[in-house]
């Protein structure tokens, strides 16, 4: 049985981006005689609030897209992430770090570059700092981190991990791939697997999600794409299968930016307000209708 699902964070209104990744994990489900399920990923509580989460349900049902319940909800399944976390760190290959964004800032010498080799602070990489620290002395503040190099030879070597393999489908990647050791090192560090009182990460939840709720292909945009070899090493780590990926192009402005949650003027909501149909905010997104698309995503 295919099991397809979207996954938004309700710390805003969704935007036309939404709108193209819901419909098309809805419409590969639905094609394959499917699934398609909702997950609302709200574990960040600073930012996460319950009207945009209302929001999401009321856009998804106006645009004609509906889900097979229950609903699953981040914030009740924290007990799951602690146990995959513990399961981690019995492994010997996480440490507590109190590190702040400052501190990673003021130890690294000079901007890193991302993969596009464009300056930028925001692709950081976690310098190691905390690395020597046992979890003996994590306290409440601490967060956790993923020893890569311990989790590789975990796995048997770095020679082993590069025989980690998953399907992807997409505009930019297609087939068999393989995780890179060398790509996780340089692009991702010590990824933080629990945030500071939070108790778990984006990574580790999602992992543990899919798992849970039996995904067998992740559908998100092309933003997403460098987290894949993250989350094949986790899922290899905690033993379970991994699902197929398939990354889309990213609807953008009219500067070529992608969009995001602060375009408010993209929002699905305010193209309601404004009159526009379901099938011409799709239009609006760029996604690809067929002649009786939205009759059948009506009737899912």
């Not at 964004?101 to 602070?121: H, M, T, V, Y």
């Not at 070597?157 to 090192?185: I, Y």
């Not at 991702?188 to 945030?195: Q, W």
């Not at 192009?249 to 307000?273: F, P, Q, T």
């Amino acid at each position: 049985m295919i099991r397809e699902r979207f996954a938004p964070s309700p710390t805003g209104l969704l935007h036309l981006g939404h709108a193209y990744s819901a419909a098309v994990a809805w419409t590969s489900a639905s094609a394959r005689g499917g699934r398609f399920l909702l997950r609302i990923e709200d574990i960040d509580s600073e930012r996460c609030r319950t009207e945009f989460e209302q929001a999401i349900y009321e856009d998804l049902r106006w645009l004609g897209i509906n889900w097979l319940p229950p609903v699953v909800r981040q914030s009740d399944r924290l007990p799951a992430y602690a146990l995959a976390l513990q399961k981690l760190i019995d492994l010997g290959i996480c440490y507590p770090c109190r590190c702040s964004r400052k501190d990673i800032r003021q130890s690294l010498s000079a901007p890193q570059e991302n993969r596009l080799g464009e300056s930028s602070l925001s692709y950081e990489v976690y310098p190691g700092i905390c690395r020597n620290r046992s979890m003996r002395d994590k306290t409440d503040g601490d967060a956790v981190r993923l020893d890569l190099n311990k989790a590789f030879d975990c796995l048997g070597g770095r020679e082993a991990v590069r025989k980690l393999k998953w399907l992807e489908t997409g505009p930019n990647r297609d087939g068999e791939q393989r995780v890179d050791p060398e790509f996780l090192e340089s692009i991702h560090g010590d990824i933080v697997l629990a945030r500071k009182f939070i108790g778990t990460s984006y990574h580790l939840a999602c992992v543990v999600d899919d798992d849970e709720q039996k995904i067998t292909c992740v559908t998100r945009g092309m933003d997403l794409i460098d987290s894949t070899p993250v989350h094949r090493l986790l899922q290899e780590l905690l033993r379970i299968s991994p699902p197929v990926w398939h990354h889309h192009e990213l609807v953008r402005d009219h500067n070529g930016r992608r969009l995001a949650k602060r375009d408010d003027a993209r929002s699905i909501r305010r193209y309601r307000e404004d009159g526009y149909s379901a099938t011409e905010v799709f239009e609006l997104a760029g996604l690809p209708l067929s002649k009786n698309f939205g009759e059948s995503i009506g009737d899912a």
